[in-house]
């Protein structure tokens, strides 16, 4: 992702002291970048850090898993189809409200890559998964 958009700078964010662990979008980032809007130079929203490594590029991955146990890959539509540690996922739905309860399935993703999900239940430990696992597409 990354090489899609380049880096201009890396700075380390403090959590906010009364922030929940879980919502960095709505504690640290959303005043971060009110600030940065706000013409607040980003060298003073936090020491300079060294930009992220790539994990190695060697095909299919999860590249994280979010917090409420998705997998998010680098995968692209229009692959709908995969098999993650053994486990064939051919299940689709657009939306969690169209997934069966309990069954992984397939979606698009918010930045347009195909995450793996599973309606009120963690994907990651329904097929025991983890960041940087290979993942197949069948």
């Known amino acids: 992702m990354i090489d899609e958009v ?3 700078a890396v700075h380390e ?3 906010r002291p009364h ?3 879980t919502f960095e979008g709505r504690d640290v980032f959303a005043p971060a970048a009110a600030a940065l809007a706000a013409g607040v130079p980003i060298e003073s929203l936090g020491p300079r850090a060294d930009p992220p490594s790539p994990l190695p590029e060697s095909g299919p991955r999860v590249l994280w898993i979010d917090g409420f146990g998705n997998l998010v890959t680098n ?3 229009p692959t709908r189809k995969l ?3 053994n486990h064939d996922i ?3 739905a657009k ?3 169209e997934a069966r309860p309990g069954e992984p399935f397939v979606y698009v993703g918010s930045m347009g890559y195909l995450e793996v999900g599973v309606r009120e239940a963690r994907a990651d430990k329904l097929l025991g998964a983890r960041a940087g696992m290979r993942v197949e597409t069948i």
């Open 83 to 85: 098999r993650v540690h």
């Open 13 to 15: 964010l403090a959590p």
């Open 19 to 21: 922030g929940a662990p």
């Open 6 to 8: 380049g880096v201009q």
């Open 75 to 77: 995968l692209k539509p």
């Open 90 to 92: 051919v299940a689709t």
């Open 95 to 97: 939306t969690y409200s």
